[in-house]
């Protein structure tokens, strides 16, 4: 298990190491091409993934750190690579002498000539289905333009996140001690900044601190900041038009009729009509369910505030105050469970009970950041799995939201063990998380368990490299064990939990599947009916959504356009659907945990071994179909969100 030497890195060693690893690529692939044998497993498969091991470890450990304590140096490195890498890794996908050596593989295995397992087969096809989308088959003006596009396309996503990260920064508020009644003394105190305060804007339309203020007056200037943010100051839209016209210009050359056509492909739905076939219904009833709780609502705003119009920035604190009235139940009284340390403790028990496995802190180790914990972890017999990095806080340099990374790939070619992290946004100095931190941080251990649990052959196919539609689901099973009665919560809290959490869940579903027809909006227009001037992303934004009776005023998209990360910066361009579509398998296969006993160790093990551990070794759907004995259904996530369509 090897660790990268963080604390050894500087900004130079970062970039020369960048530097000879994209060499090394170069001249394994070059070698691989040129290679004048027949095509072996050997020649072809495990020399690719030689050439492409040194750039994928420095590049995770660069990113990484990037993303969870950057500095100016590290941002600047990041801006100047991003264009050489795009036009690096175009450099492979569209050379024909590679294209042609894997055709030549796959040939020899189809004839019977190079004895090849599922994996192996697996691998070539995927990897000539790569080649194929990239451009590979192109003339050469068109693959010219192609490169060109690319390239712009990395240093206009590279400029949305720093113009991102700065306008979240630049929205903050100060405040008066008076103005944050509500909130706790030890909330009060942690928001103290120089002789007042200041509330930060979370990534999310919605600032969830705001259920507990009680002055409407900060409510509104907090919602107003979070949707006015990037649009004066870091104005984040000429970025992201641009981002959208080259992105269908790019899909048109790869001849797809838009960039969710292109992107649909790649993933388990395989086209956009089964995309929206399930993303609008299923947007337009949750729509439906949050507007009958506005009804609900608005009345109980008219108690309180006779006379006063109740908005979105009064639905979360109105819908709390709903919420214990209703529940009896005040979030506040779980404070004693939810202490950071009790949380973290609890997702790895849960592990344990599931899977076996322990954890070991290695005091002696230093991770990704200099707060950042890790453990060892072993299998139940005692055997290694990998190392694990825990990096629980908020930092100014940090992105928003929480992650995981692979740092380190697990291997059975190479014996290597996987090394990952985790990322959270607590803040330091806050005794305690709320249930959402709780359901996050379950949610990001998923992914980690996923990437840890890695048994694939070969290092480009483990763990978490299966499409985007379908990663989300393995972290979104996870979330559930935080629901086990004594787990996090004793029983009896849990159940006026699951209760108060399903009301007000036409709202949070609502949002998020807005925002989620959003960006399928942004990414399957054609070119010439995209906007072309900063001044018209509002009215695209509201258009798009008009079309399927999704603008509510009381409803606004989790996201709007420009702040909307996952499809700008963050590598969810006509992918955000993925997290619902991932939602029907994870109800799916919660439906087959509770049929089969719950998260016994059996059970925990079945899906370990026929879908964890399996990762992107072979087609992600059959590991569904190995796990769960039939393709997934719908119906068990309709019945979870009360839902019908
Ligand atoms: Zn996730």
Redesign the pocket.
């Known amino acids: 298990m090897t660790l990268p030497a963080f604390a050894d890195y500087t900004p130079e060693r970062y970039r020369n190491e960048i530097e000879e690893a994209m060499a090394h690529q170069r001249d394994g692939l070059a070698a691989l091409r040129d290679d004048p044998s027949p095509a072996t497993l050997g020649t072809v498969l495990e020399a690719w993934e030689d050439a492409r091991a040194p750039l994928n470890l420095i590049l995770s450990a660069f990113y990484t750190v990037r993303s969870s304590d950057t500095t100016d140096e590290i941002d600047a490195i990041a801006e100047d690579f991003a264009p050489r890498l795009a036009a690096h890794s175009d450099a492979i996908s569209l050379d024909r002498g590679l294209y042609e050596r894997l055709k030549q593989l796959d040939a020899r295995i189809a004839a019977g000539e190079v004895d090849a397992d599922e994996q192996d087969r697996w691998h070539v096809s995927d990897l000539l289905e790569d080649f194929e989308r990239a451009g590979v088959a192109l003339a050469d003006d068109d693959q010219e333009r192609l490169r060109a596009l690319n390239q712009r396309l990395a240093e206009l996503g590279s400029q949305f996140q720093r113009l991102n990260r700065e306008a979240r920064n630049a929205a903050t508020l100060h405040v008066t001690q008076e103005e944050l009644a509500g909130l706790s003394p030890a909330e009060i105190a942690s928001l103290a900044d120089g002789d007042g305060f200041r509330v930060e804007v979370v990534n999310t339309t919605q600032q969830p601190i705001a259920a507990k203020l009680a002055d409407a007056g900060l409510r509104r200037r907090l919602l107003d900041a979070s949707l006015g943010r990037a649009l004066g100051d870091h104005d984040t839209r000429a970025v992201l038009i641009e981002t959208a016209r080259v992105r269908a210009e790019r899909a048109t050359l790869l001849g797809f009729d838009t960039h969710a056509a292109l992107v649909a492909s790649e993933g388990t739905a395989k086209t956009t009509g089964a995309i929206e076939a399930m993303l609008i219904p299923l947007a337009q009833a949750a729509l439906g369910k949050a507007r009958e709780e506005a009804v609900e609502l608005a009345a109980k705003y008219a108690e309180l505030q006779p006379g006063a119009e109740f908005t979105a920035a009064d639905w979360t604190y109105v819908e709390g105050l709903l919420r214990k009235e209703r529940f009896d139940f005040d979030e506040s009284e779980l404070d004693e469970f939810l202490t950071v340390d009790r949380v973290v403790g609890a997702a790895y028990d849960a592990a344990t009970d599931l899977y076996g496995i322990t954890f070991r802190r290695r005091e002696d180790l230093v991770g990704h950041t200099a707060d950042s914990e890790v453990y060892e972890i072993a299998d139940a017999d005692g055997s290694p799995i990998g190392l694990f990095l825990m990096d629980l806080w908020a930092r100014p340099t940090k992105n928003g939201g929480a992650w995981m990374t692979q740092l380190v790939e697990q291997s059975e070619l190479t014996d290597d063990l996987p090394v990952v992290t985790n990322n959270c946004n607590f803040r330091q100095g806050v005794e305690t998380v709320s249930w959402d931190d709780v359901i996050t941080m379950f949610?990001e251990f998923g992914?980690a368990l996923h990437g840890l649990f890695g048994r694939a052959k070969y290092p480009s196919r483990s763990g978490t490299a299966v499409p985007r539609d379908f990663v989300?689901f393995p972290?979104q099973v996870n979330e559930h064990w935080a629901w086990q009665p004594g787990r996090v919560l004793p029983a009896e809290w849990l159940d006026k939990l699951r209760a108060a959490s399903e009301f007000g869940l036409g709202y949070a579903k609502a949002e998020a599947l807005i925002a989620a027809v959003l960006d399928y909006a942004w990414h399957s227009t054609p070119l010439d009916e995209l906007p072309t001037a900063v001044d018209d992303v509002a009215a695209f934004e509201a258009a798009a959504l008009e079309r399927h009776g999704l603008v509510d005023e009381l409803v606004p998209p989790r996201y709007r356009s420009q702040y909307f990360a996952h499809i700008w910066g963050g590598g969810y361009a006509a992918s955000y659907y993925g997290y619902t579509w991932a939602e029907v398998l994870d109800a799916d296969a919660v439906a087959w945990f509770e049929e089969n006993g719950g998260g016994t160790r059996a059970n925990g093990d079945h899906f370990r071994s026929t879908l964890l551990g399996v990762g992107g070794g072979i087609d992600p759907m059959e590991t569904y179909r190995r796990f769960r004995g039939r393709d997934p259904e719908l119906q068990p996530l309709l019945k979870r969100l009360g839902l019908t369509i």
């Open positions: 949610h992914h989300e972290s």
